[in-house]
DNA sequence: TCTGGGGTCCTAGGACCC
DNA sequence: TCTGGGGTCCTAGGACCC
C-alpha cells in the first residue's frame, strides 16, 4: 500500500504562509529569470484564464486587473520548507521515497484505518509548517496518484481518500480524463484519444498487449498499474544520479566571448560542487549555448553543444574548466545574441572507486583543495576560479523575490 | 522587449564485431 | 536477380515527470 502526500499550490503556499495579508488572495509565482508562471494559488487556478507553464509577458494585463501578487522563485525558500515536510513524513512511516520537492510516497503497509492515518499526517504538516496536502492511498502508486488526484479535485473527501475498494477505483476512473493519469502525457493523450479511449477507465481496460505494440513497455505498465498489480516499487534509497545539468538562461543577452567564457565556467563549477557533494564522478562534458529559440528570423537562430571526455574519472574543477573552455572554442558562433548556457556532467563512475589508466601517472590530487572550497562556500559564501569571475551582466532577473525567511537570520519575521 | 530548470527512460538507427 | 545471423555500443530524439 502507497500513500501519495502532496503539497497544494506549494510555491504559492510558500510565500503566503510568511504573508498572512495575502491568504485567500491570488498569487502567481515566476520561474528563473521571471519569465513563465510556474505556480498558482487557488485563488488564480479559479480564474480560469492563467494557464499553468504561460510567459508571463503574455498575461500581465491579467495579473493587473485580478491585483495578482508576483513572486520570483525563491528555491531557498521552497528548498527548506520541503525538507521541513519530508522530515515530519519520515518521522510519521519508516518508508518515504521523496519524488519531486513537493511530494512524497509513503509505505502504509500494516496501517488499518488508512483516512485516520491520512488525516493524522494532513493536520501534523499544516499545524507544524502551514503547508496543505493530500493524501491518496492506493495498492499501486499510479492509482495512489489517482486517489490524489480525487482528494484535491473533490472537497468533500476532506483532502485524504482511500482508494482500496474496486467499486470506488471503477468509478472515480469513469470521470477521470485519461490525460490525468500518472505517465500519459499530452502526446499520449492525444493518440489516446484518437482510438476512442477518453477516461481512466478506458485505458484499464484497454488490451495489454495493443498498448504495448502501438506505444511502449511503459504505457503497458500504466494499465497494468490501474488494474492494481504494482510494477514500480517504492525506492527509499535514492539512486545515484545519471548526469548533471547546469543551465540558466541569462538576464541580458550574451555578445561577448569573454562573458560566455565566464557563465560557462561558473555552470562548470557548479556543477562539479553538485557532483562532488554525492560523492561521485564523471568524465565527460558537454556545454551548450543558445540565441532566443522563439526569434521569428530564423537566420539569427543558433543553438549547438559539444562534449568532451577527460583522459579519466573525476570531480576536479580545474579539469572541467579546461575541458569547458576548449568546447566553448568549438562552437562559439561570432555575432550571435545568446541568451542561455549551460554544461552537462555524464558518464559517472559506477562505484565510489578511482580507476586510473594502465599507463598514465596519477595527476595531482586536487581533492583536498575542493574540498576546501566546498567547505568555505556553505559557510561563507564564494571562493570562485578566476575564469569565472567578474562581471555578472547575464545573471538571471528576480524582480519579485521575497526574503529567505527561515534559512537567514537577517530575513526572520518579526512579530509585533 | 519579454518564453525555466533538472531529471529519467525508451526506441530506432548506425557503426562495428565475429 | 540474388546479399546471414547474432550481438554490443553509442547517439539522437522523443516522451514523460516535477
New binding site residues.
Partial sequence: MFALV?CNN?YSTCESVFRPDLRGKPIVV???????V?ARSAEVKALGTIK???????V?NEIAKHQIAVFS?NYTLYADMSHRVMRILRSLSPGLEI?????AFVDVRGIQDLIEFGTMVRSTIKQWTGITVAVGMAPTKTLA?LANYGAKKFPGTGGVVDLRDLDRQQKLMSITPV?E???????????LNALGIETALQLRDADMQDI?RR?????A?TVSELRGMPCIVLEDQP????????????GQ?ITSRDAMRQAICE?TE??CA?LRSGGQYAR?LTVFIQT????EDVSRRYSN?A?GNLAHHCSDNYQFIKLAQQLLERIWREGC?Y??G?V??G?FLKTKQMQFGLFEKPKRDNSSVMEAIDTINSRIGSVRFASSSGYQHWA?RRDSLSPAYTTRWSDLPLVK
Fill in positions: 502532496d506549494f515566476l520561474s528563473n529569470n521571471d519569465g513563465c510556474v499553468m507553464g504561460v510567459p508571463v509577458f503574455q500581465k522563485s519524488y519531486s520537492i513537493d511530494e496518484k490525460g493519469i500518472w505517465g500519459v502525457g499530452r502526446r499520449t493523450t492525444k493518440a504495448r506505444f511502449s513497455v511503459v504505457l505498465r539512486s545515484p544520479k545519471q548526469q548533471i545539468v547546469t543551465s540558466r538562461s541569462f543577452r555552470f557548479r556543477a553538485k565527460a532566443n529559440r522563439f526569434l553543444q562534449t545574441e541568451n542561455k549551460g552537462i556532467l558518464d538571471m
